[in-house]
């Protein structure tokens, strides 16, 4: 997952002591075990004959509960526009290796998310297993980055304040403690500002 130069700064910014030599690598390291979700995926895929079919895998809103995951295949027109033919909700994972056994895969697409115990979350979509989007959020800000053969990255701040460790500031960070320039002056101290008087409240009249 290469990453374009002028990029670099700014991921930085959001994943303190980056390695940008495997982005994807560095980002789940800071996960603290993930949990993998996906979102869909989808398949382009062939068989005998010409006949092409699209499967879409995903987890969508379902009567036993908030969401399950669910299988569902499409025929392809001559158009090339899918027209569902079939959804599996009760064993989506095995009716999608039957279906690929004999099927020849043209194009594959992908979109996962992965919560961190720390918080963190990252999301990923991936063409052909080529990272395509990545999104990676934690206490830091929100890294955002997108491109088909480099990654253009922006490291956005959050938009809550939160209460970070010096150490894990970048170095322009207002916030950062930084060695004092100014020279010591011995013991001098400034002279106290005199207050104004205050009225003599035995003075008052009646």
Sequence with gaps: MAIKTESLDSVKACVKSLEPKDL??????????????????????????????????????????????????????????????????????????????????????????????????????????????????SKRGRLACSGKTELSCHCFEPKVPVALDDEDLPDDHPDKIRPSTETETGNESEEPMESEPQPDPTNSQD
């Design 24 to 137: 994807e690598q560095e980002l789940f390291s800071r996960l603290e075990n993930p949990e993998p979700k996906i979102v869909w995926k989808i398949w382009h895929v062939k068989a005998e004959g010409e006949k092409q079919y699209r499967l879409r895998l995903s987890n969508e809103p379902s009567e036993k509960g908030p969401e399950a995951l669910t299988l569902k295949i499409f025929d392809v027109d001559r158009e090339g526009l899918p027209d569902l033919k079939e959804t599996e909700l009760e064993n989506p994972l095995g009716k999608l290796s039957e279906f690929l056994e004999d099927k020849h895969v043209l194009f594959q697409v992908e979109s996962m998310d992965y919560v961190g115990k720390n918080e963190s979350t990252l999301h990923i979509e991936r063409e052909d297993g080529r990272v395509v989007e990545v999104e990676f959020v």
